[in-house]
């Protein structure tokens, strides 16, 4: 008999990329350990803001839809038909337009993504305080995207940990890998703090510990490690009814050079903001959550106080209210940016067996599930999907 210690697959890292390839693989009849140094949803998976979805499949899906309406449509799978309550509800997004020189990049946004086929309208701010009645009166207009909800990030990722053990793959929480080797015969061995692990597969999943983890096998992943904060008031009555959002940095990020030496779409070049970047609502327990700024900082969980000020400032331009309610608490969390800002996933060029799904940036969770999904279908077929071409590691993944 095989040991408990010896599996098909072996995952490193327990959050949502982790948690899903478990569960899919699983699905499959595989048979996975999934190896967490804390706890599942202990990093980025379980502080972030719960927001999902994107603007649809489109008529032409391509990996970013893939990615976003099949991971909306996992996670409605988990809550109306699996029976966890995840908190998931999907009311829609709002994106705030502040001026003209966005309202004229938003409408010419809205024009080609309906071209498209995908599932966006664009609102007078009259329009949108009929369904946000809080939305501030003074703005251009709002961008309206019909697929857009919210679960709540950590039953979220625990549950996908549930639905996978319930199939047989085993969760080891408090395991640290610490060293990795590829035997003779291409399977690999995994050390950590609580004895030895084998398995013909080896997945890692170890979001913005990426790069880390990839140095115990002599190779490089080029994955930063960006620290976004997100703040939340106490508990108040309904009163925010969309996912929020501003068109200030996709309009800002429109613009910016292709090689800055940074990942694209953050916040701050080193310690100088270069935009605001806005996201938030209400979760189920009445609090009000937003965040937005996206800095290299290397591992800091230290919320800079003057960014939250920012942002919530931001936040009061377009839903007055916020401005009145005080901040009871803030924090922060590491995301996995990938230089290229394209996710990583698939196999990696040059050692047998080894598989990649990382560099989901920052919106990693609501697009989890599916590239846990096309990772996991890849391994049991041996086969990619077409679609994950644009997410292959052989672009970026190199020997240290
Ligand atoms: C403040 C904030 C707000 C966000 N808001 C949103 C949002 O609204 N919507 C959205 O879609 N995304 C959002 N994101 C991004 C999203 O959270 C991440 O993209 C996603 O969670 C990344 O998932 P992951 O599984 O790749 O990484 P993680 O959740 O970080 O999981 C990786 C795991 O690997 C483990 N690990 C690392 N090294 C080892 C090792 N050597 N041995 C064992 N285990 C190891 C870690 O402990 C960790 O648990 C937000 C992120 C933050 C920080």
């Not at 490193?12 to 390839?21: L, R, Y």
């Not at 613009?255 to 916040?267: A, C, N, S, V």
Request: charge should be negative; glycine fraction near 12%.
């Amino acid at each position: 008999m095989a040991s408990e210690n010896e599996s098909d697959v072996l995952i490193i890292g327990g959050g949502i990329c982790g948690v899903t390839t478990a569960f899919h693989l699983a699905q499959h009849g595989e048979r996975v350990t999934l190896l967490e140094r804390g706890q599942l949803a202990g990093e980025a998976s379980g502080v972030n803001a719960g927001g999902l979805g994107g603007v649809g499949w489109g008529h032409i899906p391509d990996l970013q839809s893939y990615l976003t309406a099949g991971s909306f449509e996992i996670f409605k799978t988990l809550q109306l038909d699996m029976g966890y309550d995840i908190e998931f509800h999907a009311p829609g997004g709002l994106q705030a337009v502040h001026n003209a020189e966005q309202w004229n990049y938003t409408s010419n946004r809205v024009l080609k993504l309906r071209s498209e086929g995908y599932d966006v309208e664009l609102l007078t701010t009259r329009e949108a305080r009929t369904i946000e009645p809080e939305a501030s009166e003074h703005l251009a207009g709002f961008m309206y995207m019909l697929n857009r909800g919210r679960a709540n990030p950590t039953k979220a990722t625990m549950a996908f940990g549930e639905a996978a053990s319930d199939l047989g793959a085993s969760i080891k929480t408090g395991h640290d890998v610490q060293g990795l080797t590829q035997r003779q015969d291409g399977s690999w061995q995994a050390q950590t703090n609580q004895g030895e692990f084998s398995s013909k597969t080896l997945v890692l999943a170890a979001g913005a510990w990426s790069r880390p983890v990839g140095d115990l096998l002599g190779i490089k992943i080029p994955v930063a490690p960006i620290k976004g904060q997100m703040w939340a008031t106490d508990p108040v009555p309904p009163s925010i009814f969309h996912m929020i959002g501003s068109a200030e940095s996709p309009h800002d990020w429109s613009l910016q050079p292709p090689d800055t030496g940074f990942p694209p779409e953050l916040t701050h070049y080193g310690t100088q903001r270069i935009t605001r970047h806005l996201y938030g609502g209400q979760t189920r327990n009445g609090e009000i959550i937003f965040g937005g700024d996206r800095q290299l900082a290397g591992y800091d969980y230290v919320p800079d106080e003057s960014g939250i000020a920012v942002n919530r400032r931001h936040a009061a331009e377009i839903i007055p209210l916020v401005a009145k309610l005080p901040i009871s608490r803030t924090w922060a969390g590491i995301m996995p940016f990938s230089m290229d800002g394209k996710p990583i996933i698939g196999k990696v060029p040059g050692l047998e067996n080894l598989f990649l799904v990382t560099g989901l940036a920052s919106s990693g969770f609501g697009r989890g599930p599916m590239s846990g999904k096309l990772l996991a279908d890849y391994i049991h077929t041996g086969h990619p999907a077409p679609v994950l071409a644009e997410a292959d590691p052989a672009r970026c993944v190199t020997a240290n």
